[in-house]
């Protein structure tokens, strides 16, 4: 008998002991499952939301999305806590015009520049330097 921790460590992190599981630790845990990976795929989240589905199916089902997606840890989503929200965090350090034009520039969301922001910095600042001198020198 497995507990949810086990389980989810099982689809995100020790992939080969995925089928030590029997049908029924799939069963009981499946609705809870489903329940959080639909915070970040609801739509396929829904899709298994039906009552007299196979419950054991629908989570190998995720369990194959996931390797198919290649994830190799626990995904900082899965277990959020809506009690601990913070305030999104303001931006200071650019100008909303300055993401705006990288945004426009690279075809971008702002996801993907919350990433860069995050992940990559330096670059991030290499890219806004370069809008800077640009602009700068009048050719905008």
């Not at 995050?118 to 800077?132: A, C, L, M, P, T």
């Amino acid at each position: 008998m497995y507990d949810l921790k086990h389980i989810t460590d099982f689809i995100f992190k020790n992939k080969n002991e995925y089928n030590k599981l029997s049908d029924d630790d799939k069963d009981k845990f499946f609705f809870i499952i489903n329940r959080k990976f639909a915070r970040q795929y609801p739509y396929h989240a829904q899709v298994f939301n039906k009552k007299g589905i196979d419950k054991s199916t629908a989570l190998d089902i995720w369990y194959y999305f996931f390797i198919k997606k290649r994830v190799i840890n626990t995904p900082k989503w899965y277990w959020f806590k809506l009690s601990g929200i913070n305030k999104p965090k303001t931006n200071n350090k650019y100008k909303n015009e300055e993401i705006e034009f990288v945004k426009n520039f690279y075809d971008i969301d702002d996801c993907s520049v919350e990433y860069l922001m995050n992940n990559y910095s330096n670059e991030f600042d290499i890219e806004i330097k370069k809008y800077r001198k640009f602009n700068k020198n009048g050719k905008t």
